[in-house]
Structures are given as structure tokens and as C-alpha cells.
């Protein structure tokens, strides 16, 4: 068994506050991260890069891809943006998501 302490890191760039993310070892090419956004709290606009799930384990807030209207999202979904989307993602409450960003094809029918 290996057990890993993953140190907290606050996030800044692109104008976020209120941001702390657990960046987890990659995996091929997929980067796996525990997001935590403080309630009132904003992940910047940016683009993705590679495609990135949004999964919200606790709490509320809203995501936002391009000049779309903010969506709100809580416990149980999970947010697709693609490369290059440029998306924002805003608390509303304390709020926790795993991101995993990644190349891989996904199986959408399987999380259903």
C-alpha cells in the first residue's frame, strides 16, 4: 500500500478566490484534482484545455460555458466542457468536486 497526503493549494490564477485544490498523481494522460470553492467563492472564466468533468460531490453553486446563463449544479452532477470552452464556475455554497481533465473518449451512457 502507498499512502499519499495530498497538500491543499490555493488557486489564484484567473481571477479566483475562495479556491483550494488537492492535485492528485496523473494517471496516463488524465489528471485527476479534489476542487474545493468556498461559499461566495468563484473558479475563474478560462478555457479548457483538454476535456474536463466537473463532478460535485457536496454542496451548491453554478457553472456558467461561454455566454451561456448560469446553470446551478449541487450533489450528483457532473459538468462536460469541452477543449477550448471557456467556462467559470461560481458557490453559492461551501462547495467540493472532483475535476478530472483528460483526452480519453467518454462513455456518457454509462453514467447514466
Known amino acids: 500500500m502507498l499512502l499519499i497526503e495530498l497538500s491543499e ?6 481571477d479566483s478566490n ?7 498523481p496523473t494517471v496516463g494522460g488524465t489528471s485527476i484534482h479534489l476542487a474545493r470553492v468556498a461559499a461566495g467563492g468563484m473558479l475563474g472564466r478560462h478555457p479548457t484545455v483538454r476535456r474536463q468533468l466537473f463532478a460535485v460531490v457536496a454542496g451548491r453553486g453554478e457553472v456558467q460555458a461561454g455566454d451561456e446563463p448560469r446553470v446551478p449544479i449541487g450533489p450528483g452532477s457532473l ?7 471557456v ?6 455554497t461551501d462547495l467540493t468536486a472532483v475535476v478530472v481533465e483528460t483526452s480519453e ?3 456518457v451512457d454509462a453514467a447514466r
Do not use: K
Not at 9 to 14: D, G
Not at 18 to 24: I, K, L, P, S, T
Not at 87 to 92: C, D, K, P
Open 79 to 85: 459538468v462536460v466542457w469541452e477543449p477550448g470552452e
Open 87 to 92: 467556462h467559470q464556475t461560481w458557490a453559492t
Open 105 to 107: 473518449e467518454l462513455d
Open 9 to 14: 493549494h490555493e488557486i489564484h490564477s484567473f
Open 18 to 24: 475562495g479556491v483550494a485544490m488537492r492535485f492528485m
